[in-house]
Structures are given as C-alpha cells and as structure tokens.
C-alpha cells in the first residue's frame, strides 16, 4: 500500500520537499527575505503548533458555514436546475436572467444580506450559498439539456416514467454536468468562506489568518495559510473520491485520484 501510494504521490512531496529546502536556505540560511513577512521555517513551526488548537476551532467553526452554504446550494441547484432544464420554454425566458445574475460576486451583495437577514451567521452562509447556487444550477441545466435523445428514447421503450424515469435516466445522464458544476462550487466556496469569515465572523480559519495579518505575526498567519492549504486538499480529496464512485461509468480509467 505505501508504495503505491508513494508511487503515486511520490512526486508530489519531492515537489514539496524542495519548496521547503529553498523557503528554509532563502530565510534561516541567507536572511536575504525581511525576516517580518518572512519568518524562517522553525519560527512557522513553533507558532503552528501553538496555535493547533486554536486552529482546530476555527477549522469547526469553518465548516459550520462551508457545509450547510454549500449542500443547500447543491440540493436547490440540482432541484431547480432539473425543473428549469425539463422544460424548455421556462429554460429559454430565464436563461438571460440566469446569464445576468451569475457573473455578479456575491460579496457585493454583503450589505444587503446582512441589513436583511438576523444575524451574521445566516449571512455569512448566504454569501456561500449564492456563490456555489449559480455554478450548480447552470451545470444541471446543462447536463439535462444536453442528454442524448437515445437515452430518453430507450426509456419511452420500456415505459419508464416519474420517479423512476428521474433517477434511472435523467439524473445519471446529466450527472457528469452536475457534478462539473459541483466541482466549480466547491472551488468558490473556499473563496467565499474566507471573504464571509472576514467580515461577519469572529472565528474560522479566514479570520484566524486576517486576525493575526493585522498584528504583523507572520509566522501564524503562514501557519494558518499552511493548515487551510491541508484542510482544502483533503475536502478535495473527498469530493474526488465520490466523483469517482459516482462516475464510474464514463470516467477514463487513468484518471484516478
């Protein structure tokens, strides 16, 4: 097992391995960087493991906001995206107001969010949920749009309808597109759990960062920086992974994670 995986990933840490050397010879070594912004790879360390379990609260308190933002925003856009895509006509009148709303950046929608909603955690979470809603709304609309005709055909054959025709047909045809989208939310919504943490929380790993930035501590701010870099590939790690038992049937056998 560990030789597969370094056969795998093996690559990878040397990538890391040689970052590390060189980040350690330009600080400790030379000093050529300013020691402020730069603090040498032990100063990381120490303040990094100080600050663990107040990192481990804040990755909690992240997660509050990331999980529900996130699968509300994947429940509604696959709901209402497979309603919009099934009927053509409703499609067609809303897709300039769809192309209209969706380059918007949600963070500019913050004032109004917070003046309307009652508290800052619903607001917060709401800046996730739009930003990740349009990603998967238009990627369902796609992928149902996009089904091919033969495979709506073979199910007029076998006179599949409602609920199984959705699940057995129409839900695995478009997934590809469906979970593309997921995919695109699940990237805008480590931007956006920062942005929100910056402004309406007093925790979470974006205001740890910002938090200690504003007190010139460096060191934990690229602490903090290094435990969300690890935080974001495992959660990647895991969407992967479910893509990959989800998509099994048209995915290249090469890729895998």
């Known amino acids: 097992m560990l030789s ?36 040498g790879l032990s100063q ?12 481990g609260e804040c990755f909690i308190s992240s997660m509050r906001l990331l999980i529900p933002g996130y699968f509300s925003a994947l429940i509604s856009g696959i709901v209402l995206g497979v309603f ?24 500019m929608l913050t004032p109004y969010l917070i003046a309307l909603l009652p508290t800052f955690y619903l607001s ?14 238009v990627g369902t609309i796609n992928g149902i749009v996009l ?13 599949m309808r409602g609920m199984k025709k959705m699940f057995y047909v129409i839900l695995p045809a478009a997934s590809p597109h469906i979970i593309s989208g997921a995919a695109t939310a699940l990237n805008f919504s480590f931007i956006l ?3 929100a943490e910056m402004f309406a929380t007093n925790s979470g ?14 060191a934990r701010v690229l602490g903090g920086l290094i435990f969300t870099a690890f935080v974001v590939v495992v959660i990647k790690y895991i969407f992967e992974f479910v893509k990959h038992k989800i998509l099994f049937w048209c995915l290249n056998q090469n890729a895998r994670i």
């Open 4 to 39: 597969t995986f370094l056969k795998k990933r093996g690559g990878t840490f040397l990538i890391i391995i040689i970052c590390i050397i060189f980040y350690e010879i330009a600080t400790d070594v030379t000093g050529s960087p300013d020691s402020m912004f730069f603090p």
């Open 44 to 55: 990381i360390i120490n303040a990094t493991g100080a600050s663990l379990p107040k990192l």
């Open 84 to 107: 919009i895509g099934l009927h053509p006509t409703l499609n067609k009148n809303l897709q300039p107001i769809i192309f209209a709303l969706t380059p918007i950046p949600p963070s």
């Open 124 to 137: 917060s979470m709401a800046v996730i949920f739009i930003g990740c809603f349009w990603p998967v709304l």
């Open 147 to 159: 089904i091919e005709q033969g495979y709506l055909d073979n199910a007029r054959v076998m006179e």
């Open 193 to 195: 759990l920062v942005i």
């Open 205 to 218: 790993l974006g205001y740890f960062v910002q938090y200690y930035a504003d007190f010139s501590d460096y």
